[in-house]
């Protein structure tokens, strides 16, 4: 089974600092990660994926994330935070080979960025 | 190049009436989703469509029900509907299977059952 946890609901962060939003996976194989963002009554927008290969991945509007696989963890990060970075963002995982026939990937409960002037 | 655009954007019900929503998916995709998400959660998959047939389905009663047509646009239908049901319903269409291409969304249809 692939499960994947954000274990804080919300992340506050000053505009201009570092910003790093978790993830953390479960999966029998291995996994195909992804970073989606939500901004208010917006649909989600694909940020960036990993598949293989290099372990840092570069995403959309200056987001990369860092694939552990000895920590199972797949971490969004930025190096200079902007207000307008403040969003939902949501982490999903699918097994490959797909558990149970299924190519469906599971969606985190998101994580809430906030990004203070 | 539109993206992915559902309607409504919201709407109203009553318990045990029956709901149609409408999705067309970006151009050049032929792969639709979707999926239902509760205030404060991450999106539940419904189910996915490609060359109209449902490939997939996630754990949603019966009353879940979808339809693919020639031209990719889709319609998810949810008949006897409960309260439970109140959620941000959103369609995401991709080049291929959602598990593996990145799928793109749409603004959603904010379902509300009284």
């Known amino acids: 089974a692939q499960s994947v946890a954000q274990p804080e609901d919300q992340v506050n962060v000053a505009e201009g600092n570092p910003l790093t939003v978790k993830c953390t996976y479960s999966?029998?194989?291995?996994?195909?990660l992804f970073w989606y963002v939500q901004y208010p009554n917006r649909g989600l927008q694909f940020l960036l994926k990993?598949?293989?290969?290099?372990?840092l991945v570069k995403g959309s509007y200056g987001f990369e994330a860092e694939f552990n696989k000895s920590q199972t963890s797949f971490h969004l990060k930025k190096p200079s935070a902007l207000v307008s970075d403040s969003a939902l963002y949501f982490c999903?995982?699918?097994?490959?080979?797909?558990?149970?026939?299924?190519?469906?990937?599971?969606f985190g409960r998101g994580t809430s960025l906030i990004v203070h002037p | 190049d539109a993206g992915v655009t559902q309607s409504p954007t919201h709407l109203i019900k009553t318990r045990g009436q029956q709901v149609t929503l409408r999705c067309s998916p970006k151009?050049?995709?032929?792969?639709v989703s979707w999926y239902q998400q509760a205030l404060g959660q991450g999106p539940q998959f419904i189910f996915q469509?490609?060359?109209?047939?449902?490939?997939q389905r996630g754990n949603f009663p019966d009353r879940f029900s979808g339809h693919q047509f020639p031209n990719y646009s889709s319609e998810l239908n949810v008949n006897a509907l409960l309260l439970g049901d109140s959620a941000l319903y959103l369609c995401?269409?991709?080049?291929?299977?959602?598990?593996?291409?990145?799928?793109?969304f749409g603004p959603g249809t904010r379902l509300t059952v009284t």
């Open positions: 151009s050049g995709h032929d792969t």
């Open positions: 990993y598949i293989t290969g290099d372990n």
């Open positions: 999903a995982v699918r097994d490959n080979p797909p558990s149970g026939g299924s190519y469906i990937p599971t």
């Open positions: 995401a269409s991709s080049d291929g299977p959602a598990g593996v291409h990145e799928q793109y």
């Open positions: 469509y490609y060359e109209e047939e449902e490939r």
């Open positions: 999966v029998s194989g291995n996994p195909y």
